[in-house]
């Protein structure tokens, strides 16, 4: 059964803010420059299962990473992918990019709207 959108922003928000903590982890772990990892890059969708499929991000190891840093991004990772696969491992599924990129949306518009909110 496919995982509503609901559903899978709140667990985008938790791979969002995870993802996040792991690039500083990964910039103080193997002594980079902030500027060295383009924060750009933080939650795209070749990142987010470079966590799950090969313990990677931006290119490094993260097997030493602490679970509560890899674990909301597998679980959104998982959740999105919903038991689809890839015919190689390398290409995504154009359905599945639409999905992570309306997610994204969704919860960048919300946050767009709340913060505009507040700020009245």
């Avoid at 938790?14 to 939650?43: C, E, P």
């Avoid at 490094?60 to 992918?81: K, V």
């Avoid at 309306?102 to 946050?111: K, L, V």
Wanted: proline share 4%.
């Amino acid at each position: 059964m496919p995982t509503d959108d609901q559903t899978l922003c709140v667990h985008f928000l938790a791979a969002r803010s995870a993802a996040g903590d792991l690039r500083s982890w990964v910039v103080k772990h193997y002594f980079l420059q902030d500027s060295q990892l383009d924060i750009n890059m933080t939650t795209t969708l070749r990142q987010l299962d470079h966590v799950m499929r090969s313990e990677t991000f931006y290119g490094y190891d993260i097997s030493q990473a602490p679970p509560a840093l890899l674990t909301p991004i597998r679980h959104y990772i998982r959740l999105l992918w919903d038991g689809q696969r890839t015919l190689s491992g390398e290409h995504f599924p154009k359905k599945l990019f639409l999905k992570h990129k309306r997610i994204s949306e969704i919860t960048e518009a919300t946050h767009i709207r709340h913060k505009g909110q507040n700020d009245a």
